[in-house]
């Protein structure tokens, strides 16, 4: 008998920043996904950490430039 296995799914949502902006294309260890921007998709943990990780990078690289462009 074989055991269906289930993937634990979690909601993204990546806006759109221009009209012809409609994908992310994302890869972890060999598995690939384009995730369409605009509408909440769920997607594997996996995936959902990498992009969460690249969100959070990104605020804090935008903080850092902010901190130092009104020191100068």
Known sequence: MKSKTT???????IPKLHKNDDSLFVAVNGKRMLIKKGETVQVPREFYEVIENS???SLEAEQYILSNVNEG
């Open 55 to 57: 969100r959070r990078q």
């Open 7 to 13: 993937t634990l799914t979690y909601p993204v949502f």
